[in-house]
């Protein structure tokens, strides 16, 4: 059987069929209007931003969170140009984010001039394909679409939608829901491992005595079998900032973070054997392999460019891979005590403690007296960092108990991205908090999007690192022992700000005032924002512990 539809609602359709509930963006008056009218027939709910770079991160931050391919729409021309940035963030942090522009039909181009430019080439480098939607088969391109944006690793596809092709009447086959809502073809599942890698693989594992296990952004959708796999082995955990959460912070065998830094050096250098799972280099600082330790690489697929060749390297679905040398049996030979962990542990905390301060609240005493808070009030939020200086402290201080908890861009490392993330969260999961963590510089970025939070009612804590400065960049320049220039702005108020916008804003200035801070705000209904003084004069040597 088939039926008659409008390419904008066989779209819409597909992307229902696909667990996709909203849309985010910022419309034209083309195209985009016909995909509104669509998807609200579809009981799609169109959240309306105010820059279509947000839209994009809110999209890329839902399809993080929930695994079902986010979509933000926009108009041609500047909406497309306005989003560049967002969509360098999905395909950099691997989210599959299908970019939904208007575009120019080729008659229009034989006289129009206003607002074209070559749409597709301007995100050919950034996105995985392109389509106009304009084939014989459109429902065939928009289900190849989805299962590529879903293939790791993951990351935006670009359909450039004209309002003629939008309105343009198809007939479709009629196929049952239930196979259409299956979760798409991921890279690996057409066959298990390689059984002679995994047979090497094994024996390698069974020769290591402190094996250290590092959790990568691909490690995220296959938490319960890492778990089975870490409990087995007895090993010591490592993670990056976007696969936090995958073991537990709680967990004692987790001893801190994974950026390619020096801060993990001491617990690498303790172990025999690295073992990366998930791990995608995107993730790793500008900086080469430093560690001597030998490493074996589960992999859900092939990057061409690596910081370090391993020994093993197996590729394939990370489920499959863990629970086939699980079958393998004999796994935990491991010679790490609880108290050699927690020595690590404790000493990777000493070494990103911040100095004390002056004036204002130490970062790291943020993310701690907000934990604190949190427990108090009985929530396990998640939380969304921004890209800056206080990430480090919060990266470290603030436990993360479940995979995906952590929405950060560690891949592009753009500002801006923890609001737009912390609101798509929050609507998604309105029944608890979630903790922006966002520098000044990154906010002013993003703005307006505190208005979406107050439009929304999001439960969103927007906690401001207020310290006047592009602090990392002011960090590397003073390195250079050059004066302090283009770095630096007057203190900004951005608690009256949020209060003029009707949400709730506090200012903070010591560590008493946080707390109380942190518990009206968890007691809100609806956004609020705690705009904390904070003296930047630590950052340069928790970056060195960092980093070195």
């Given at each position: 059987m088939s039926e008659a539809i409008t390419i904008a609602q066989l779209l819409v359709r597909k992307l229902g069929q696909k667990g996709v509930k909203k849309i985010f963006g910022l419309p034209g008056g083309g195209s985009s209007l016909d995909v509104i009218a669509a998807a609200s027939a579809q009981q799609i709910e169109f959240i309306l931003t105010k820059t279509e770079n947000a839209a994009v991160m809110m999209a890329g931050a839902l399809s993080e969170t929930t695994?079902?391919?986010?979509?933000?729409?926009?108009?041609?021309?500047?909406?497309?140009?306005?989003?560049?940035?967002?969509?360098?963030?999905?395909?950099?942090?691997?989210?599959?984010?299908?970019?939904?522009?208007?575009?120019?039909?080729?008659?229009?181009?034989?006289?129009?001039?206003?607002?074209?430019?070559?749409?597709?080439?301007?995100?050919?480098?950034?996105?995985?394909?392109?389509?106009?939607?304009?084939?014989?088969?459109?429902?065939?391109?928009?289900?190849?679409?989805?299962?590529?944006?879903?293939?790791?690793?993951?990351?935006?596809?670009?359909?450039?939608?004209?309002?003629?092709?939008?309105?343009?009447?198809?007939?479709?086959?009629?196929?049952?829901?239930?196979?259409?809502?299956?979760?798409?073809?991921?890279?690996?599942?057409?066959?298990?491992?390689?059984?002679?890698?995994?047979?090497?693989?094994?024996?390698?594992?069974?020769?290591?005595?402190?094996?250290?296990?590092?959790?990568?952004?691909?490690?995220?959708?296959?938490?319960?079998?890492?778990?089975?796999?870490?409990?087995?082995?007895?090993?010591?955990?490592?993670?990056?900032?976007?696969?936090?959460?995958?073991?537990?912070?709680?967990?004692?065998?987790?001893?801190?973070?994974?950026?390619?830094?020096?801060?993990?050096?001491?617990?690498?250098?303790?172990?025999?054997?690295?073992?990366?799972?998930?791990?995608?280099?995107?993730?790793?600082?500008?900086?080469?392999?430093?560690?001597?330790?030998?490493?074996?690489?589960?992999?859900?697929?092939?990057?061409?460019v690596h910081y370090v060749e391993p020994e093993v390297r197996v590729v394939g679905t990370l489920t499959d891979t863990l629970n086939a040398l699980l079958s393998s049996g004999d796994l935990e030979q491991s010679d790490w005590s609880m108290s050699s962990l927690a020595a690590l542990r404790e000493s990777a905390w000493s070494q990103l403690a911040y100095l004390p301060v002056k004036y204002g609240v130490a970062p790291d005493r943020v993310a701690q007296l907000a934990a604190l808070c949190c427990r108090e009030a009985e929530v396990k939020p998640m939380f969304s960092i921004d890209a800056g200086a206080h990430m480090f402290s919060v990266a470290g201080f603030f436990p993360a108990e479940r995979a995906g908890d952590v929405l950060i861009s560690n891949g592009l490392a753009t500002m801006a991205f923890a609001l737009p993330a912390a609101i798509s969260a929050a609507v998604q999961h309105r029944h608890a908090p979630v903790l922006s963590f966002t520098g000044d510089g990154g906010l002013m970025m993003c703005l307006g999007e505190l208005c979406t939070a107050v439009e929304q009612q999001a439960k969103v804590i927007v906690i401001v690192f207020n310290d006047s400065a592009l602090s990392l960049i002011d960090i590397k320049q003073q390195s250079r022992s050059m004066k302090p220039e283009g770095v630096r702005w007057r203190h900004h108020d951005f608690a009256a700000t949020m209060t003029a916008l009707g949400g709730l804003g506090i200012r903070v200035a010591s560590e008493q005032a946080f707390i109380e801070g942190m518990q009206q705000a968890l007691a809100h209904e609806g956004p609020s924002l705690l705009d904390v003084s904070i003296d930047p004069s630590g950052y340069p040597e928790q970056l060195k512990a960092m980093r070195g």
């Open positions: 695994g079902v391919p986010g979509v933000a729409l926009m108009t041609k021309g500047p909406g497309l140009t306005n989003s560049a940035n967002g969509v360098a963030y999905a395909s950099l942090d691997r989210a599959p984010v299908v970019v939904l522009t208007d575009g120019f039909t080729p008659k229009q181009l034989s006289y129009i001039t206003h607002q074209v430019f070559d749409q597709k080439a301007v995100l050919a480098p950034i996105v995985k394909a392109v389509s106009r939607l304009e084939s014989e088969d459109p429902e065939a391109e928009i289900e190849a679409l989805l299962i590529l944006a879903c293939t790791e690793p993951m990351g935006p596809v670009h359909i450039e939608l004209t309002s003629e092709t939008a309105r343009k009447t198809v007939s479709v086959r009629s196929v049952d829901p239930a196979c259409e809502a299956r979760r798409p073809t991921q890279a690996g599942e057409l066959g298990v491992s390689p059984v002679e890698q995994i047979q090497t693989l094994s024996v390698r594992l069974k020769k290591a005595r402190k094996p250290i296990v590092v959790l990568g952004l691909e490690a995220r959708a296959h938490d319960a079998s890492i778990r089975n796999f870490v409990d087995a082995l007895g090993c010591a955990v490592l993670a990056t900032y976007k696969a936090k959460g995958v073991i537990p912070d709680s967990d004692p065998r987790v001893v801190g973070i994974f950026t390619g830094g020096s801060l993990e050096q001491e617990a690498i250098a303790a172990s025999d054997l690295m073992i990366l799972i998930g791990m995608d280099p995107v993730e790793l600082i500008l900086q080469p392999w430093r560690y001597t330790t030998p490493v074996v690489d589960i992999a859900a697929c092939v990057h061409p």
